[in-house]
């Protein structure tokens, strides 16, 4: 379920465990060169084919470490919570193009590192060979890792709309009582936990007294389950994403120098 994902990814960065602390690293460790484009290679078509495609690998993953500080940057200072809906709907347009971003680059990055792999098949150099795919695996590593900090972003979004479409104004209450002379919310059973019993009916006249939203879904919204604001909830996402940074920069330190390697020996 995306609500319980978001809702369990806010409380684990409110609590410092979205993710693994690192290791401490050892002294005088060697530092991972930076990833960065192949700038020569051996002027025949198979080697130019190669770098073609993994330059484009490169590029498009450190384009979307570049899309991953707006993103945190944006959930830093977006606003869902002061009651404006124009700045929360702006906002979450802005974070939904943001994740949008992230997985097309990574769409587009599998795509390169798919025709490296293809041509690693018909390299006979086998330290090539091996080169090249210890760079695939690498940077799929550090792909993989965006592509699951948008999915955790497009999700986030997602959520927030859904209850935003779900909130039952004052007109829809009318009509509630007026067709069947109540005020309670039905609930609605969720197929995929049948096992759980579903939640009481919510009363419309609670919200008059400020105790809480009512949705047509009879359920709580994120906010209500963790106790944060949708704002507060945004900051979450933004310490969280930004703990993933450094296993990130840490795979395509590790692609840096097999791709370098393939180039020499292409």
């Known amino acids: 379920m995306i609500a319980k994902g978001i809702v369990a990814l806010a409380l684990a960065a409110s609590t410092g465990a979205a993710s693994p602390a690192p290791s401490p690293a050892p002294h005088a460790a060697p530092v991972l060169p930076p ?66 971003r992230l997985l097309r680059n990574a769409r587009d990055a599998d795509r390169e590192t798919g025709k490296i792999l293809n041509f690693a098949k018909s390299v006979k150099d086998p330290k090539e060979k091996a080169a090249l795919v210890a760079f695939v695996n690498a940077l799929g590593g550090a792909v993989g890792r965006q592509r699951k900090t948008a999915r955790d972003l497009d999700g986030f979004v997602v959520t927030l709309e859904a209850y935003d479409s779900m909130r039952i104004n004052d007109t829809q209450a009318s009509m509630q009582h007026f067709t069947t002379g109540y005020y309670a919310v039905p609930t609605v059973s969720d197929p995929t936990q049948i096992d759980v019993a579903p939640p009481m009916d919510r009363d419309w006249i609670a919200i008059y007294s400020g105790h809480y939203p009512v949705y047509w879904n009879g359920g709580e919204s994120p906010s209500e389950k963790t106790g944060y604001s949708d704002t507060q909830l945004a900051r979450l996402a933004a310490r969280d994403f930004q703990k993933r940074l450094p296993a990130i920069a840490g795979d395509e330190s590790s692609a840096a120098q097999p791709i370098l390697a393939a180039a020499e020996h292409c």
């Open 35 to 100: 990833l960065k484009v192949i700038v020569r290679v051996k002027a025949t078509t198979p080697c130019t084919r190669m770098a073609v495609h993994a330059n484009a690998a490169i590029l498009l993953a450190l384009r979307n470490d570049a899309t991953l500080q707006q993103t945190i940057t944006r959930l830093r200072t977006v606003n869902l919570s002061d009651g404006n809906r124009i700045d929360r709907r702006n906002g979450l347009s802005d974070l939904s193009n943001l994740a949008g």
